[in-house]
C-alpha cells in the first residue's frame, strides 16, 4: 500500500484569537485617542490664563509719565533768582521806593533805578540836588511840595497793583541801603522814565543801560519847565509909601505931637511950640493942614 499523505501541521488561529486581538488593539488605540484629547484640552488653558495677565500689567504706565507743572514753578521765583518779575505793589514809601510781594510770597523793598524824587520830609530837601532850584526857603518848599506830588502820582499808579519790573545787568542789584534796583513797567511804559518825563524827578547819577534815553527825558523836561523845574525865584515886595494920613498920625521920634483933632484938622492953636508943628509938617510936606502959610518951609511961625 502506498503511503498515505498527512495533511500540514500549521495552525490556523482560531475566531477566538483573533478576536481578543483586535479588540486589544482597539482599547489600545482608543487610550491614544483619549490621551490626545486630553492634550489638546490642555492647550487653551494656558492660553487663556496668560492672556489677561499681560493686558493688566500695562495699565498703569499712563500715570507714571504725567510732567510737573515746571512752567509754575518758575513764574513764582523770589528776588535772588532771574532778572524779571511779576510783583504787587504793597506800600508806597516815596515816589520812587515801593514795598512789593513775590508770586513766591517772598517780599522785598524796591528803589526805582536811575531816577531821585524830592524828599517828603522837609529838612531833608537838597536844593543843590536839582539844578536851577535855589538854595532858599523858597527853594526848599517848592521841592518838598514836588516831593508831596510825586509820591501821590506814584500812589495812584502803583499802589495795590501787579506790575512787571526788571534788574538792570549794568547796574548794581541792590543799593547802599539793600534794596532792589529796578525799573517798572506799567502796561509795558517804564514808570521810571516817566516821573523824570513828567517833571516828577531828576536824573539819578550811576551806571545803567538806559542812561542816554533818561538824560534826554530830564533834559527835555528842564527845557520846557515841567513840574519841579518851573520855578522863579519870588521878588521881595517894596514897603507901601505911608499915607498922608499915616504920616500925620505917626508920632515923632523926637517931638510929643498932640493928638489929632477930632474934626482931623490942625491950626497952630492946637502946638504949645513951633517945634511940634514943624514935625507935623515935614510928616506931610504937603501940608493939607496948612501950617505954613508962606510956603517958606517953616510951620507956624508965629509960636
Known amino acids: 500500500?502506498?503511503?498515505?499523505?498527512?495533511?500540514?501541521?500549521?495552525?490556523?488561529?482560531?475566531?477566538?484569537?483573533?478576536?481578543?486581538?483586535?479588540?486589544?488593539t482597539s482599547s489600545t488605540a482608543a487610550q491614544t485617542s483619549t490621551s490626545t484629547t486630553q492634550t489638546t484640552t490642555a492647550?487653551?488653558?494656558?492660553?487663556?490664563?496668560?492672556?489677561?495677565?499681560?493686558?493688566?500689567?500695562?495699565?498703569?504706565?499712563?500715570?507714571?509719565t504725567t510732567p510737573e507743572p515746571t512752567p509754575t514753578t518758575q513764574a513764582a521765583r523770589g528776588p535772588e533768582s532771574g532778572t524779571e518779575w511779576t510783583v504787587t505793589v504793597t506800600r508806597v514809601i516815596d515816589g520812587d521806593t515801593m514795598e512789593v510781594e513775590f508770586l513766591n510770597g517772598e517780599t522785598d523793598t524796591l528803589r526805582l533805578l536811575g531816577v531821585d524824587t524830592p524828599e517828603t520830609t522837609l529838612s531833608r530837601t537838597n536844593p543843590s540836588e536839582f539844578e536851577g532850584i535855589p538854595d532858599s526857603t523858597a527853594g526848599r518848599d517848592h521841592l518838598y511840595e514836588w516831593g508831596e506830588r510825586a509820591n501821590q502820582f506814584a500812589t495812584d499808579e502803583l499802589d495795590g497793583k501787579t506790575v512787571q519790573i526788571e534788574s538792570d545787568p549794568e547796574a548794581d542789584r541792590r543799593g547802599s541801603y539793600g534794596r532792589?534796583?529796578?525799573?517798572?513797567?506799567?502796561?509795558?511804559?517804564n514808570f521810571n522814565r516817566q516821573l523824570l518825563t513828567d517833571g516828577y524827578a531828576r536824573l539819578y547819577e550811576s551806571s545803567f543801560s538806559k542812561r542816554s534815553d533818561f538824560e534826554t527825558?530830564?533834559?527835555?523836561?528842564?527845557?520846557?519847565?515841567?513840574?519841579l523845574w518851573d520855578f522863579d525865584e519870588p521878588t521881595s515886595t517894596p514897603e507901601p509909601t505911608p499915607t498922608a494920613?499915616?504920616?500925620?498920625?505917626?508920632?515923632?521920634?523926637?517931638?510929643?505931637?498932640?493928638?489929632?483933632?477930632?474934626?482931623?484938622?490942625?491950626?497952630?492953636?492946637?502946638?504949645?511950640?513951633?517945634?511940634?508943628?514943624?514935625?507935623?509938617?515935614?510928616?506931610?510936606?504937603s501940608d493939607p493942614h496948612r501950617l505954613d502959610g508962606d510956603d517958606d518951609g517953616v510951620a507956624c511961625e508965629s509960636l
Open 1 to 24: 500500500m502506498s503511503a498515505t499523505t498527512q495533511p500540514s501541521t500549521t495552525e490556523i488561529p482560531s475566531i477566538t484569537q483573533t478576536t481578543t486581538t483586535l479588540l486589544a
Open 245 to 285: 494920613t499915616e504920616m500925620t498920625e505917626a508920632p515923632s521920634d523926637s517931638v510929643d505931637i498932640p493928638p489929632l483933632p477930632s474934626d482931623g484938622d490942625y491950626d497952630c492953636s492946637h502946638f504949645d511950640t513951633q517945634e511940634q508943628a514943624q514935625a507935623v509938617l515935614e510928616q506931610d510936606p
Open 180 to 189: 532792589l534796583l529796578v525799573y517798572i513797567y506799567v502796561d509795558s511804559e
Open 217 to 227: 527825558a530830564e533834559a527835555n523836561a528842564q527845557q520846557n519847565k515841567v513840574g
Open 43 to 64: 492647550q487653551p488653558t494656558t492660553i487663556t490664563t496668560s492672556a489677561p495677565t499681560q493686558t493688566t500689567a500695562s495699565t498703569p504706565t499712563p500715570t507714571q
